[in-house]
């Protein structure tokens, strides 16, 4: 009976909102393609930083110096304020094309960071986006996509019944139920966090291990 009335939510809210899943990802998407594309027309120089970046770092995974609260503590502070600003423009009336925007730079950053390992590590850099990139990705996507259209129907709320007494009555009660929504989006993404500071360095070790014979 549960099952079946959160399921019906789900499709509800999914029905009610389908333009806004829509174009939140072709906006990530976008991004992705641009990500890739990136990575073709980087100069020399920079292209040098990133490799010498990403050999320091296979090196200090392989060697077993590994800080996980570090790497933790980095990531909480890559994506926390990225859901805190999603939630802050959600309460604005001109928070959806920044919203937008945010779906595309997230969506360049994953592409180009596996298009950039795969480019450089050749066979190990698609087994490091595989098991090192992606698994964490898989949580972190369907999470900015929820964020995302929640934020916008909550805009998209707040300026078609902005002149409604009843929706002035009742704004509190509207926000809680909002941040809770992201509150709840955030301790998904909780997952990710701890499997990008705990499994992925030791994913990229053993495919460092694995394919030691395959030079950077």
């Known amino acids: 009976m549960l099952e079946n009335k959160v399921s019906g939510l789900i499709n509800k809210h999914i029905k009610n909102n389908f333009w806004l899943y829509v174009i939140s ?102 087994w490091i986006s595989l098991l090192g990139v992606l698994p964490q990705n898989i949580i972190y996507i369907p999470c900015i996509i929820l964020s995302s259209v929640f934020a916008m129907e909550f805009s998209l709320m707040i300026f078609k019944d902005r002149s409604k007494v009843q929706w002035k009555s009742h704004i509190l009660v509207s926000i809680t139920s909002y941040s809770i929504s992201f509150l709840i989006v955030a301790m998904i993404m909780c997952i990710g966090f701890f499997m990008e500071a705990y499994l992925t360095p030791n994913m990229i070790k053993f495919v460092a291990v694995s394919l030691e014979g395959i030079l950077l």
Do not use: H
């Not at 795969?118 to 850099?125: A, D, P, R, V, Y």
């Open 25 to 126: 990802l072709l906006c990530l998407f976008t991004g992705i393609v641009l990500g890739i594309y990136s990575v073709r027309y980087m100069g020399g120089f920079e292209k040098s930083d990133l490799v010498n970046y990403l050999k320091n770092f296979t090196t200090t995974i392989d060697s077993g110096s590994v800080n996980y609260k570090s790497i933790l503590f980095q990531t909480l502070k890559n994506n926390i304020p990225v859901i805190l600003a999603v939630w802050f423009l959600g309460l604005t009336m001109i928070g959806i094309p920044i919203i937008l925007i945010i779906d595309i730079i997230k969506g360049f950053t994953i592409g180009f960071s596996i298009s950039f390992i795969i480019s450089e590590m050749g066979i190990k850099g698609i």
